[in-house]
């Protein structure tokens, strides 16, 4: 099997002595003795980049960023702390990305291990970069498709805007957000409130679960990777919907209000 991208970036961060990788908010992250060193960040809040976010030395992130905006950036949370963004699929040689990798970690690890780190290897390049369903599975044949029939049901609701959030495609009836079009890994998945007495019984279905910063609120997260129910997706939000409308919304609906198949 062809190295894809993933492995290219597992290989030239973990050949280094005592590096490790850890998960941190979904994202792939590389460490040495606890200290951060690299993370690997895909289509991050929907900003549509294949990156590494490096603990670069002082002075690293300004120096780049002038002089190739092509290739590097500032990444949110951790630049005003000098990290540096480095685009994987902008055309920047891998030995680039490598030597960028070894200084990251050559600032954090422990002086001995630092010092005997030896010759950069060669990494080979991955072959092609990511597709953009592979950056953004909304995007994909699938997706498109379902955002499509998600669309023309929910915006025929009363007062229902698309507001996305964090880069997701999400709807809100008012001010107040009733759905979310999530993904993990390549699985789509469309997020729902159903209130906490429901998720039990909803994620006895393996399609279902309780995602992470929404559930304990009530949300629940529906696979429609493969197959979709549409009237099951319908009675969902159109629960979720009346929960968060107002009276006026609700009214508003009247004998229309149906779940829209």
């Keep these: 099997m062809a190295k894809d991208i993933h492995?290219?970036?597992?290989?030239v961060c973990l050949w280094l002595p005592d590096a490790e990788e850890f998960s941190s908010h979904g994202s792939p992250n590389f460490r040495v003795r606890g200290k951060t060193f690299a993370t690997y960040v895909v289509n991050h809040h929907g900003d549509g980049r294949t990156a590494l976010w490096l603990n670069v030395p002082a002075g690293a992130q300004e120096l780049y960023v002038g002089a190739e905006p092509r290739h590097y950036f500032v990444p949110p949370y951790v630049g005003p702390r000098g990290w540096l963004g480095v685009n994987l699929d902008t055309g920047l040689p891998w030995t680039r990305i490598a030597a960028l990798v070894r200084e990251a970690y050559e600032k954090v690890a422990p002086p001995k291990l630092a010092a005997g780190v030896g010759q950069t290897p060669a990494i080979k390049p991955p072959p092609a970069a990511l597709t953009v369903g592979e950056v953004d599975p909304w995007r994909s044949r699938r997706g498109r498709a379902v955002l499509a029939r998600l669309r023309k049901l929910l915006m025929s609701w009363?007062?229902?805007?698309?507001?996305?959030?964090?880069?997701?495609?999400?709807?809100?009836?008012?001010?107040?957000?009733f759905a979310i079009a999530l993904y993990d890994g390549a699985r789509l998945e469309l997020s729902f409130w159903a209130g906490v007495l429901n998720q039990g019984l909803l994620t006895?279905?393996?399609?279902?679960?309780?995602?992470?910063?929404?559930?304990?609120?009530?949300?629940?997260?529906?696979?429609?990777?493969?197959?979709?129910?549409?009237?099951?997706?319908?009675?969902?939000?159109?629960?979720?919907?009346?929960?968060f409308a107002s009276k006026r919304m609700v009214a508003a609906m009247g004998a229309s209000g149906r779940r829209g198949q």
């Design 204 to 243: 006895a279905d393996g399609r279902c679960r309780i995602p992470a910063y929404l559930g304990h609120n009530g949300w629940i997260a529906l696979d429609v990777s493969r197959t979709a129910d549409w009237a099951e997706i319908g009675a969902l939000a159109l629960e979720s919907y009346r929960h």
């Design 7 to 11: 492995q290219a970036v597992r290989e």
């Design 158 to 177: 009363p007062e229902v805007h698309e507001s996305p959030q964090f880069g997701r495609p999400a709807w809100k009836a008012g001010r107040r957000t």
